[in-house]
């Protein structure tokens, strides 16, 4: 079945068509790293890594960007306000997303950083500049010059010019109060980087222009963020690349995550209702967090409850307890040589269910309605399956619930197959018995040492010696 995806440009479903068939190029906006990672940011992080694992179990192959803006006003801001410098601050908290990612079961192909990319963005600027889409100001600023773009708020939805303004502080310097900064000139006591118009940094928008048409071309297929982000970010991105590379439409697809709120209002500093992530793990397990993020679809706006993830957390113990059913059922499972028409039945059902989580992903990727059909799965494992334990229905729910985790990503560690934890128990077993013999030959004690590479020998495990140091094959099984 096709997929169709809400495009925010266009204000409507489409059907995914990539640029280049079965590969799929996407980029998210992360995290400006000057605070911890909280409730709200995971959300955006979840959906999206949940997102791409669809389309891989679909079959496309992606390539998933999300870039880390270490350089920004708020890094500086809490850099002077706690008497650090700047990158201190950049890369504890660049640490803080890493660990985040890895609690939640996230993996991001490229994780490019703004300041690795200072030569990049300059000569970005500089092609506007050359277009006659920028301009620089007096005090060694630029500006993008957004009446040169002719289809600057389409995005947004805000046509209206008196609706653009941006940048206050610097609105004297520029030509029209809503054009926006590409490269901000120093200030004292600032970080700085040389440039062709003076000390400066870049502009936050232009950053996120440069990255993702490095790493993904200068047309790519999904663009995502908060909604947050479409005005003036996303805007903005979209104007000046669209300007400086040529070519319309930029991105073809725009995905936007509703805002994640607490009693209604959006997680912020100012009204001190942020909940950090790393606090957050402290009180449940990150699988239930992860679930709560899936439990609705991700164009709403998210409301955080404590009873909301303490659902998510029964129904995470839940699919647990189905997959620990199923292990224990096929090694009980009877192998008939004929099913009945009850087990025709429950057999039509599983593969009902499994036309129904698809269904529910390929529009508009709802989570909702998939999770629905994961609860209708372990009901009929728990209800009809458990006292009736056929092979082929044991196998083939195991088979539904493992594909289902591709996406959901909750249950990796509890599909673990009995022989590759015995392996992984094998691998360590041996590599101490590598360290005791390598003791033995500091102490010269070569008799023992060599008996010990005698016996592993026989048992199928050669010992390679160079030295003090050794490594080890196994020669059979």
């Known amino acids: 079945m096709s997929i169709k995806i809400y495009n925010t440009l266009s204000r409507k479903l489409e059907i995914l068509e990539p640029l280049e068939p079965g590969f799929i190029r996407m980029y998210v906006c992360g995290p400006t790293v000057y605070d911890y990672?909280?409730?709200?940011?995971?959300r955006t992080y979840v959906l999206f890594d949940a997102f791409k694992r669809f389309l891989v179990l679909r079959g496309y192959h992606v390539k998933h960007v999300v870039n880390i803006t270490d350089i920004d006003d708020k890094i500086i801001r809490r850099a002077k306000e706690e008497g650090r410098d700047w990158k201190d601050v950049a890369d504890e908290y660049t640490k803080d997303y890493f660990y985040i990612l890895d609690k939640l079961?996230?993996?991001?192909?490229?994780?490019?950083?703004?300041?690795?990319h200072?030569?990049?963005?300059?000569?970005?600027?500089?092609?506007?500049?050359?277009?006659?889409?920028?301009y620089v100001a007096?005090?060694?600023?630029?500006?993008?010059?957004?009446?040169?773009?002719?289809?600057?708020?389409?995005?947004?939805?805000?046509?209206d010019k008196q609706l653009w303004s941006q940048e206050q502080e610097f609105i004297s310097e520029k030509k029209n109060p809503y054009d926006f900064a590409l490269w901000k000139a120093a200030k004292p006591g600032e970080p700085w980087w040389g440039s062709p118009w003076g000390?400066?940094?870049?502009?936050?928008?232009?950053?996120?222009?440069v990255m993702s048409s490095r790493y993904l071309g200068k047309q790519f297929d999904i663009h995502g963020g908060g909604t947050d982000l479409i005005f003036p970010h996303h805007e903005n991105e979209r104007a000046q690349s669209e300007a400086a590379l040529g070519v319309r439409p930029w991105v073809k697809y725009w995905m936007h995550i509703g805002m994640f709120t607490i009693r209604g209002d959006k997680m912020s500093k100012s009204l001190g209702n942020i909940i950090p992530l790393r606090e957050a793990f402290k009180k449940w397990s990150p699988e239930a967090i992860r679930l709560f993020y899936l439990s609705l679809h991700y164009r709403k706006p998210q409301d955080f409850t404590e009873e909301g993830i303490h659902q998510s957390q029964l129904f995470y113990e839940r699919l647990v307890a189905t997959v620990n059913l199923l292990n224990k059922l096929s090694r009980e499972s009877i192998d008939p040589h004929k099913l009945s028409d009850s087990d025709l039945e429950i057999l039509s059902r599983l593969l009902d269910n499994r036309r129904k989580f698809h269904e529910a992903l390929s529009n508009d990727f709802n989570t909702a309605l998939a999770l629905a059909a994961v609860r209708e799965l372990t009901n009929i494992v728990f209800k009809d399956i458990q006292y009736n334990p056929k092979y082929t229905l044991v196998m083939k729910a195991y088979q539904l619930l493992r594909e289902y985790n591709t996406v959901l990503g909750v249950l990796d560690k509890h599909f673990i197959k009995p022989s590759e934890e015995l392996k992984t128990l094998l691998d360590e077993v041996i590599?101490?018995?590598?360290?005791?013999r390598k003791e033995l030959r500091k102490r010269k004690e070569y008799d023992l040492a060599d008996r010990i590479r005698s016996e592993l020998e026989k048992k199928g495990v050669r010992l390679l010696d160079k030295g003090l140091e050794t490594t080890w094959i196994i020669v059979k099984k």
């Open 199 to 209: 000390k400066g940094r870049p502009g936050w928008h232009i950053e996120c222009s």
């Open 431 to 436: 590599s101490v018995i590598v360290e005791v």
């Open 37 to 42: 990672n909280h409730l709200g940011h995971g």
């Open 138 to 159: 007096n005090s060694g600023s630029v500006y993008f010059d957004v009446d040169k773009y002719d289809d600057y708020g389409r995005l947004s939805g805000r046509v």
């Open 118 to 134: 200072i030569k990049e963005i300059i000569e970005f600027i500089q092609l506007l500049i050359d277009k006659g889409y920028a």
């Open 105 to 116: 079961n996230i993996q991001v192909d490229i994780h490019p950083r703004v300041t690795d």
